[in-house]
């Protein structure tokens, strides 16, 4: 079946540096990527979506400066938090519009 | 606008105990999709049902089943016989537009933990 995964699993980085989060489609072609934020003890909320080859789309509230998003093949998406702040600190997934069941495994940020 | 609403923020029961999960959703499409998604403590999302707003019948699946009552826009979650291993936050979340493929709303999620 389809497998999505993600790099890093775990990332702690000081404040005001930028991390990339990479989601790759392992076995099918994503045109679409969705980009999910999970806060501790909150739900999922959507922060973004990234298509293959043009600009992605941000949810409101979400600065598209800091949350940088690119979806250069059908296989990788990025994120990029730049600047990033302790406030950042969260865990960020990937699901691709291919099947919808199919999710990244997480990132975990976390923000000194 | 869509939203998915889980009233219950924590539930506690006993092994072997049944628990029902409930979710209320909103949305103003005709067509849309319903999730049920188990997120254990390492946070991966386990991926448990998806149901289309045309197929109203409930579903089994072992010890899990689900109740889709589309005129009540509930589509609630039980576990009969509860597992120590079936403690995890639960996500209900809906896909509108008319496709399954979209953009999902999640729900507040549900805290399931069971007791030995």
């Known amino acids: 079946g389809a497998v999505v995964s993600q790099h890093p699993s775990w990332v702690i980085c000081k404040s005001g540096t930028s991390v990339k989060i990479e989601c790759r489609s392992l076995?099918?072609?994503?045109?679409?990527m969705f980009w999910y934020r999970q806060f501790p003890k909150q739900s999922l909320m959507l922060m973004a979506t990234s298509n293959e080859g043009s600009k992605a789309t941000y949810e409101q509230g979400v600065e598209k400066d800091k949350f940088l998003i690119n979806h250069a093949s059908l296989t990788l998406s990025t994120l990029t938090v730049t600047s990033a702040h302790p406030e950042d600190s969260s865990f960020y997934i990937c699901?691709?519009?291919?099947?919808?069941?199919?999710f990244g495994p997480g990132t975990r940020l976390l923000v000194l | 606008a869509q939203k998915v609403t889980q009233a219950q923020t924590e539930i506690s029961v006993v092994e072997k105990e049944d628990v029902t999960l409930d979710c209320v959703y909103e949305t103003r499409d005709t067509t849309y999709y319903l999730f049920w998604y188990k997120q254990p403590p390492s946070g991966e999302l386990v991926f448990l049902i998806r149901r289309n707003s045309f197929d109203e019948q409930n579903e089994i699946s072992g010890r899990y089943s689900w109740n889709f009552q589309k005129s009540t826009s509930s589509f609630n979650f039980t576990i009969t016989a509860s597992q120590v291993v079936d403690s995890a936050v639960y996500f209900c979340?809906?896909?509108?537009?008319?496709?399954?493929?979209?953009?999902?709303?999640f729900g507040q999620g549900t805290i399931l933990t069971v007791h030995p």
């Open positions: 076995d099918f072609q994503a045109t679409t």
């Open positions: 699901r691709p519009n291919q099947e919808t069941q199919y």
């Open positions: 979340a809906l896909s509108d537009g008319g496709t399954s493929y979209g953009k999902l709303t």
